[in-house]
Nanobody, 124 residues
Framework: DVQLVESGGGSVPAGGSLRLSCAIS????????IGWVRQAPGKEREGVAV???????NYGDSVRGRFTISKNGAMNIVALQMDRLEPEDTAMYYC???????????????????WGQGTQVTVS
């Protein structure tokens, strides 16, 4: 089974930065799409960013230009660098993984089969 463990959440003032990490185990990363999905209180889950097995990336419109998804050389850590954070970015952030990827579309990251427990990000 795939295991995903997020870390790096916290509270920051608007305009600040956070770096989330997703530790991945239990599979060969090379065949999976990895995504970040967030959910704010009272709102639906929203795909934030996706990195494909070939390293290509895709972002949601609300975070493009501010967030960056990346993977390490060992392919067992996927990070989400979040800059110029806004109060609207406040949410629980989840790391997700799936072999399908559904074309790499960010909004389809909410369909992925494997999920971590999440890490809270609060921007005030």
């Amino acid at each position: 089974d795939v295991q995903l463990v997020e870390s790096g959440g916290g509270s920051v003032p608007a305009g600040g930065s956070l770096r989330l990490s997703c530790a991945i185990s239990g599979y060969s990363y090379g065949g999976y799409y990895i995504g970040w999905v967030r959910q704010a209180p009272g709102k639906e889950r929203e795909g934030v960013a996706v990195i494909a097995p070939d390293g290509s990336t895709n972002y949601g419109d609300s975070v493009r230009g501010r967030f960056t998804i990346s993977k390490n050389g060992a392919m067992n850590i996927v990070a989400l660098q979040m800059d110029r954070l806004e109060p609207e970015d406040t949410a629980m952030y989840y790391c997700t993984a799936d072999r399908s990827g559904y074309g790499g579309l960010v909004r389809r990251a909410t369909w992925y089969n494997n999920w971590g427990q999440g890490t809270q990000v609060t921007v005030s």
